[in-house]
């Protein structure tokens, strides 16, 4: 895991001078993957990395949690708060496809919840435009294959350094790095909404993904629906498609 994580904090330090900029930042959540990064930029960057809290209507339970990595890795950190921003922004969308008698109900949870996630990548922008800092997303192997993220919102950043590691590679990787206990066992979650957890969402479980990534055997559903995920989310991990030349 030393070695991992020695040449995980090489590849922040060395993509970061690359592009001629000080350092890194990450929006932490108080879930695992943000803590894992982190930690990670805190070690890259000891004196220019940024940990960004962003409540956006979620619980106080988040914010606590995204304290408790901040104290675990001693990095700076701001909060901004996005739930008034949200509001308006997402209410003056509704009223003018409701007044247009154009307004999707069943559409609309997952409208409201991608445009938090697109308001926090606009956030971690601005504040990274700031310090001259890279944007670090958390997006780990079960995630990036199966599309498990707001495209141009969470998946919207500039470095990816879990995208090799599975779900369980990273709980490892927590331990190793002193990501508190009580972040590395709780369900893992987006937040969007009351009581989302990803595997409820999926229909299937982190285990079977990281064993399917790993060319083990799964029960004959569960690598259906992967299967299924990943096609449908195969336009996420492309540039946007382009026409052929004329
Ligand atoms: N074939 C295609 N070619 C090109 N573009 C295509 C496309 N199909 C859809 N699209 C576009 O993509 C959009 C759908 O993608 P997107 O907006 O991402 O939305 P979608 O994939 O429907 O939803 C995002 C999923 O990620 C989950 N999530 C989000 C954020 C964080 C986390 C977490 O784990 O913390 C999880 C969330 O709960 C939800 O299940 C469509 O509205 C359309 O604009
Ligand atoms: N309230 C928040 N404040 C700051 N960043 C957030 C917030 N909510 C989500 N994010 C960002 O969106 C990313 C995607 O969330 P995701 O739930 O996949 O990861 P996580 O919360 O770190 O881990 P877990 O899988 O355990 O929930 C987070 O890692 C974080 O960078
Ligand atoms: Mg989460």
């Known amino acids: ?28 959540s108080g879930g695992i993957d943000s803590a894992v990064v982190a930690h990670l930029i805190k070690r890259a960057f000891p004196d220019n990395s940024l940990g960004l809290i962003m409540p956006c209507k979620s ?3 988040d914010a606590e949690a995204a304290l408790e990595v901040i104290d675990s890795c001693a990095i700076n950190y701001m909060v901004v708060d996005l739930t008034q921003t949200h509001e308006i ?62 495209k141009f919102g ?12 599975t779900k369980g590679e990273v709980r490892e990787m927590a331990k190793y790095l002193g990501v508190p206990n009580s972040i590395i066992t709780k369900p893992p979650s987006a937040g969007l909404w009351e009581g989302q957890t990803d595997e409820n969402e999926m229909g299937t479980t982190y285990t079977m993904i990281d064993k399917y990534l790993k060319g083990e055997e799964i029960p004959v559903e569960d690598k259906e629906i992967i299967e299924r ?16 030349k004329f």
């Open 1 to 28: 895991m030393e070695e991992k994580v020695t040449k995980l904090v090489k590849w922040l330090q060395e993509k970061v001078k690359e592009a001629g900029l000080n350092g890194a930042i990450v929006g932490v």
């Open 59 to 61: 619980s106080e339970k």
């Open 89 to 150: 922004m997402f209410s003056a969308i509704e009223n003018e496809l409701k007044e247009k008698g154009t307004w999707n109900e069943e559409a609309a949870r997952l409208g409201d919840a991608n445009t938090r996630a697109r308001l926090r990548m606009t956030t971690l922008y601005a504040v990274a435009n700031n310090f001259g800092y890279l944007v670090v997303g958390t997006d780990n192997a079960a995630e990036w294959h199966t599309g498990y993220f707001t």
């Open 154 to 165: 969470d998946g919207g950043v500039d470095l990816v350094p879990l995208v090799h590691l």
């Open 229 to 244: 995920l990943h096609k449908r989310s195969e336009h996420k991990r492309q540039l946007a498609y382009a026409p052929p």
